[in-house]
């Protein structure tokens, strides 16, 4: 029926939600990961640049510096990465929802039309069963008349021949 295939596709979109809330969670736990790496990487790199600070000539603090410089933009890049993966998970999920809340929508409708189709139902077969009761009402009336007529021609018939007999007596 309809309002089985609306409530399939209800359930359907349910699932959806579901596997995109995952998804979005699964992205910040990524996204966590990769900033904890990302908070490393930047710490170790200062590291070695106060080490080759320490020991290295100035040319050699330029390189480390470059190196530092050349890593943060790699985290950033993924940083960006994550982020947009997120937005796009977000997006999808936001989509699922409202895909969700018109099958909800069409299901309710559906679950209304449907009762007020039993409510007409109803009132069609208690018409029905009036009409029934007044047609049988009818022909218990029309059998009446017809017995009454009946009752009269007989009267007739022994009044004309009670008539006939009097006549034939004088």
């Keep these: 029926s309809t309002e089985a295939a609306a409530e399939a596709a209800h359930a359907e979109l349910t699932l959806k939600l579901v596997e ?3 998804r979005v969670e699964a992205t910040e736990v990524q996204l966590a990961e990769i900033r904890k790496e990302a908070a490393e990487a930047a710490a170790k790199a200062k590291a070695k640049e106060e080490a080759a600070r ?3 000539s ?3 603090v330029a390189a480390v510096e470059e190196a ?3 890593a943060a933009r790699s985290w ?3 940083l960006r990465q994550a982020t947009a993966s997120r937005e796009d998970v977000e997006s999808a999920l936001s989509h699922a929802r ?3 809340a018109a099958a909800k929508a069409k299901l309710q409708a559906l679950q209304t039309e449907i009762s007020n189709l039993a409510t007409e139902a109803k009132a069609a077969k208690a018409e029905a069963a ?3 009761s007044r047609a049988e009402a009818a022909e218990a009336a029309a059998a009446t008349v017809k017995m009454a007529a009946q009752a009269e021609s007989a009267a007739r018939a022994k009044a004309e021949a009670t008539v006939e007999a009097a006549v034939l007596e004088a």
Excluded: I, N, P
């Design 20 to 22: 995109a809330e995952k």
């Design 54 to 56: 320490v020991k290295a």
């Design 58 to 60: 100035a040319d050699q």
């Design 68 to 70: 530092r410089a050349t």
């Design 76 to 78: 950033e890049e993924k």
């Design 98 to 100: 409202e895909e969700s």
């Design 130 to 132: 009036e009409a029934s």
